[in-house]
């Protein structure tokens, strides 16, 4: 469970262990990860129901939309990942080991199935309470930002998701990380020892997504302070996050592949390959969008609701 991890270009060095506490009389471990990922999102909720006036949203919306949301996630988050990876799941015989499936412990989640997976529930969320879909899903990508730039430090405590070998002066270096790249072929038997001796390390793939993150967090609370339309934020945040994403899952060593397809004679990485597609489409719908609003606002779901509680008003 303990893992050491040095930063030998930054001169630092961490002795990382995954459990935070053990529960007692259960003997239980609760794991960093879990830890971390919860505080990213109880942090994303409280930031997110301070905001929502600005988007018509109230925090009542935000609890009660949490409560679908948050168990949906919990499984799209898993099967996302189970399903490009099913192989690892099947017993000799073929068939699927669901005892391994259902086991979170072992690892094996990914961030695009939990996405996923809100946009959908916030769609069906909001046309059951008369809810702009748009207006919501931009306050929501406040949100993702937070939690995920975040939840990346628990990866750190796992010490996974980073990438390549590198010599950068921020690579990282640890003996599991080592060990990990030779059993994987990502380096040979002198590569493996150049990371030990610290002259080698990997990419920190998961602080360069956090660092991502949080400059895209600070770009959507300006952009949600001026935007001119329903669903800027939301197009800017699948925008941003994409490109990022292209370039950081090219450099990490854990990709999911899309079933062993090929493009150009590589394996096809699925977030790869998502995170792409969506920024494509993310920034062109936004640049046009722009250009359409250009000089000019539409009249937003919040000035929509200030208007008829004022028409109410002066009715009563």
């Known amino acids: ?5 040095s930063f030998p270009g930054l001169g630092l060095e961490f002795t990382l262990n995954r459990v935070a506490f053990t529960i007692p009389f259960l003997n239980r471990p609760v794991y960093w ?11 994303a909720v409280y930031l997110c129901s301070r905001w929502g006036k600005r988007f018509g949203i109230t925090e009542d919306n935000i609890i009660d939309m949490m409560l679908f949301a948050v168990p949906a996630a919990l499984v799209a988050i898993r099967v996302y990942y189970v399903v490009f990876n099913l192989d690892m799941y099947r017993q000799a015989d073929g068939s699927l080991n669901w005892g391994r499936i259902l086991n979170y412990g072992d690892g094996g989640l990914a961030i695009y199935g939990a996405i996923i997976s809100s946009a959908i529930v916030l769609l069906l969320f909001c046309r059951r309470k008369k809810l702009s879909f748009l207006a ?5 990508v406040h949100g993702l930002f ?3 730039l975040i939840g990346r430090w628990g990866n750190f405590m796992n010490v996974e998701a980073f990438g390549s070998a590198t010599t950068l002066p921020w690579r990282m270096c640890g003996p599991s990380i080592a060990a990990y790249m030779l ?15 610290g002259a080698l390390g990997v990419h920190p793939t998961f602080f360069y997504e956090s660092a991502w993150n949080f400059v895209g967090l600070i770009m959507v609370c300006f952009i949600g302070r001026k935007r001119k339309f329903d669903g800027e934020c939301f197009l800017f945040y699948f925008f941003w996050y994409g490109i990022g994403r ?5 450099l990490r060593t854990d990709s999911l592949y899309l079933f062993g397809w090929e493009l150009f004679g590589a394996p096809i990485r699925v977030s790869q390959l998502f995170a792409l597609i969506t920024a494509v489409i993310a920034g062109g719908t936004l640049a046009a969008a722009m250009w359409k ?9 919040v000035d929509r609701l200030a208007a008829r509680a004022a028409e109410e008003t002066e009715e009563e």
């Not at 919501?136 to 929501?140: I, N, R, V």
């Not at 609003?293 to 779901?301: A, M």
């Open 293 to 301: 609003y250009r000089g000019k606002k539409q009249e937003l779901f």
């Open 183 to 197: 059993e994987h072929g990502y380096v040979d038997q002198a590569g493996c020892e150049a990371i030990l001796s």
């Open 136 to 140: 919501y899903a931009d306050l929501g």
């Open 146 to 148: 937070i939690g995920q």
């Open 246 to 250: 292209t370039w950081i899952e090219g």
């Open 1 to 5: 469970m303990i893992k050491t991890v």
């Open 33 to 43: 990860y879990g830890v971390i990922i919860t505080c990213g999102l109880i942090l």
